[in-house]
T-cell receptor, first 113, second 116 residues
């Protein structure tokens, strides 16, 4: 069974540019999470989807971040415009139920110059 | 505010030493508890979890954790570590509110280095 797939693995952009991350969860997993992880810290939840509905986006900086999960499968996280402080690893995870065991993708390491 | 505290940020051990990583949480209601591990260059993966039942939980690779409700703790243990246990370890707690509303809170992680 394929795991959570994320792309790209690495992204380097200049500040004020837009960037997008893509995630394909494990087949059959209804819950999808986007996290941001800074060096030396734990994952910070940005948004959680149950199927196509965003049920917890309280930590998402909505002025520049947006996300979508069309058809309740793949998801895209976008930052526009990016700021220096957005440099981090962006993780996608999925689970068969809310906050059951989460399966993580490899993450996208974003560097904003 | 609810929080998860991992007491040791960095731990250095020699092979065959015993390991105990502390995890305490501040929420008093129903919780589900997790330890995740991130080996160098690899994905975060589940080490073990506690939902209910026997408070002593066995995980992969010889790890175990004990849920002590009175102490709000879920410490991770391994009797004899190996060099391959070098990794970042994260404790995470799901607090379950009324109406089965859930929120997962992560600790900051503990970096374990095992010297051969």
């Amino acid at each position: 069974e394929a795991g959570v797939v994320q792309s790209p693995r690495y992204k380097i952009i200049e500040k004020k540019q837009p960037v997008a991350f893509w995630c394909n969860p494990i087949s059959g997993h209804n819950t999808l999470y986007w996290y941001r992880q800074n060096l030396g810290q734990g994952p910070e939840l940005l948004i959680r989807y149950e199927n196509e509905e965003a049920v917890d986006d309280s930590q998402l900086p909505k002025d520049r971040f947006s996300a979508e999960r069309l058809k309740g499968v793949d998801s895209t996280l976008k930052i526009q415009p990016a700021e220096l402080g957005d440099s981090a690893v962006y993780l996608c995870a999925s689970s068969p139920g809310t906050f059951n065991e989460q399966f993580f993708g490899p993450g996208t390491r974003l560097t904003v110059l | 505010a609810q929080s998860v505290s991992q007491h040791n940020h960095h731990v250095i051990l020699s092979e065959a030493a015993s390991l105990e990583l502390g995890c305490n949480y501040s929420y008093g209601g129903t919780v589900n508890l997790f330890w995740y591990v991130q080996y160098p260059g690899q994905h975060l993966q589940l080490l073990l979890k506690y939902f209910s039942g026997d408070p002593l939980v066995k995980g992969i690779k010889g790890f175990e954790a004990e849920f002590i409700k009175s102490k709000f703790s879920f410490n991770l243990r391994k009797p004899s570590v190996q060099w391959s246990d070098t990794a970042e370890y994260f404790c995470a707690v799901t607090k379950i509110n009324a109406g089965n509303n859930r929120k997962l809170i992560w600790g900051l992680g503990t970096s374990l280095a095992v010297n051969p």
